[in-house]
């Protein structure tokens, strides 16, 4: 044999081989299925211009976005400014807002907010000293399709 410990032959016995359990093993939990709250925060100062948000549970508004968004809920905040065209369940506006909008469940119009455009909304609730103009309408739901009550006047 050679000097070499490279060429040797293990001449160690083999390891044994565990036992086997009577009982099947038991199989580890199934991760779950618990989806995050997805938010975006446009905060102070931030311009975000020409986008459609998508996939967003939650935008809060603190600077300006001119955008599209479908989602659950936007929150414009005071000094937020949104332009643009928004389909949500639930909108609640202290800033400013201008374009389309269509609030599926609840519109909730603060006291410092100005809102205006083509406004659509389940159920409304407006703070005195709010600022409403343009095209308001209520949705009604018949037969699982929602459609567009008489808009009202101007106001």
Known sequence: MSGDIFFRRNTAPPAPI???????????????????????????????????????????????????????????????????????DIAEIHGHFDGELTARKHLIVHATASVSGKIRYGRLKVEEGAQLSGDLGSLSVTKGAAEVAVPRRPV
């Not at 093993?25 to 986008?51: F, M, N, Y």
């Not at 300006?64 to 929150?75: C, F, K, M, N």
């Open 18 to 88: 565990p036992a086997r359990h009577s009982t099947p093993p038991v199989a580890a939990p199934a991760p779950t299925q618990e989806r995050k709250e997805s938010r975006l925060i446009v905060g102070p100062d931030i311009k975000l211009k020409g986008v459609e948000i998508t996939d967003c549970d939650t935008l809060v508004v603190e600077g300006r976005v001119e955008a599209s968004l479908d989602s659950r809920v936007i929150q414009i905040a005071e000094h937020g400014v949104f332009s643009g065209k928004v389909e949500i």
